[in-house]
């Protein structure tokens, strides 16, 4: 009975030490945010950063109609679910936005896309519930200044008033101006 005890101990211990080590390992795809003051609205977005290269492998992979399919809902990065968060009501791509935070999915194309806002959050990406939508905004697909082996999501303030949100990854940018609302 001692015996069955202390392996009881001994199992219980390597299962909590090992479960501990799995959860400080690095990320594959790392979580970034990005935040930005445009025309007094704080906007942030949570995101994680897969890599153009395979992660076991170091591949070069083809993301754009590849990994990325065109047509189809992608979860706009990796891991839970992308969230963009503002402080004030927004014009997205022509549709209002209220204050408050939503996820963020995209559906590419080979010549523009889909951003889609839903409503739902703190889901897991591929939790994509398409009665949550609040709206679908076309974005417009750009060859990318640089290449880009990490994707990255971009907030820049426009010279004229508001901003643009850009997704950048490879060799292509797509993106959607906004305005803050008055």
Known sequence: MKLLRLL???????????????????????????????????????????YTKDPKTGAPRKIWGGLVPFGKVWRTGANEATVLTTTKALDLGGTALPAGSYS??????????KLIINKQTGQWGTKYDEKQDLAKVDLTKAKADAPADQFTITLDKNPAGGGTIKLIWEDAAYSVNFSVRK
Do not use: H, M, W
């Open 104 to 113: 963020l999915f995209t559906v590419p194309e080979e010549n523009g896309g």
């Open 8 to 50: 009881s101990i001994v199992t219980f211990t390597l299962v909590t030490i090992l479960t501990a080590q799995a959860q400080d390992k690095p990320r594959v795809s790392p979580q970034a945010t990005v935040k930005a003051n445009i025309d007094d609205a704080d906007i942030t977005v949570v995101y994680s950063r897969p």
